[in-house]
């Protein structure tokens, strides 16, 4: 099975940018009164990247807009960012992403639409880094006023039990896998994953998905090998 770069970005994109899987994904894991203002079966996946180019070797970002159940014409935009390891200045990087976004759309439109930021965390440590930009100045109270600030959505995987992730069988697989990729008992549980994802295959003739599984597992899967890999297929 051939390698490709970045497998962490590959294997993220490829769930998420199934709309089924974010829409999912994101009834579970934005906080509740968001989710209650959003109409996430107005759910639609944009093209365009805001990852600079000198940058897309190291980040992927999966971008989606949709509307508010109020009917108002206003979008709110969902941006997606996963990481494999705690990133003191993944808000400054954020920030970056949102403010091209913005840029764009006053561009286009001459007008503004909130982004709600979400980074999926499945490091091998919890993330103990703060979620608001504002933290990243040492300022006193007086200059605070002066220091813009956002908040951006954390999904810490690592802090999760496996009983802990909910979801529908494509989002469950997606998590277990993002969450156990480093664990050196990952061959031991894959039969498990695997039997999730080949059952709900056989329904939908999902193959894309499960090579997708396959290729992320054998190159990077850390408690891994070729025949732990063959015994999941075969069991």
């Known amino acids: 099975m051939t390698n490709i770069a970045n497998p962490h ?22 906080p509740v009164d968001v989710v209650g203002l959003l109409d996430l079966s107005e759910l639609i996946l944009q ?51 949102m403010m091209q976004i913005w840029d764009k759309m006053l561009r286009e439109s001459n007008l503004l639409s909130p982004i709600i930021p979400l980074v999926v965390y499945h490091g091998r440590v919890r993330w103990t880094i703060s979620t608001d930009f504002g933290a990243l100045f040492d300022v006193s109270a007086t200059l605070r006023r002066y220091v813009p600030n956002f908040h951006f959505a954390l999904t810490d995987l690592s802090s999760l039990s496996d009983e802990e992730i909910r979801g529908d069988i494509w989002a469950r697989v ?13 061959g031991e549980r894959l039969p498990e994953i695997l039997a ?39 069991a």
């Open 174 to 186: 997606f998590q277990l896998l993002l969450k156990h990729i480093f664990d050196e008992q990952l």
């Open 47 to 97: 093209k365009d990247t805001f990852v600079d180019e000198n940058l897309r070797e190291h980040f992927t970002d999966l971008l989606y807009t949709t509307k508010l159940k109020t009917g108002k014409p206003a979008l709110v935009y969902l941006l997606f960012e996963h990481k494999s390891y705690p990133d003191r200045y993944v808000a400054f990087q954020l920030l970056r992403y």
């Open 9 to 30: 970005d590959a294997f993220f994109k490829q769930f998420l940018s199934k709309t089924e899987v974010a829409t999912d994904f994101l009834r579970t894991h934005l």
């Open 196 to 234: 999730l994802a080949f059952d709900l295959a056989q329904r939908q003739t999902s193959l894309e998905m499960i090579t997708t599984i396959l290729r992320y597992v054998s190159q990077v899967g850390v408690g891994v090998t070729i025949e732990d890999i063959q015994r999941a297929v075969m």
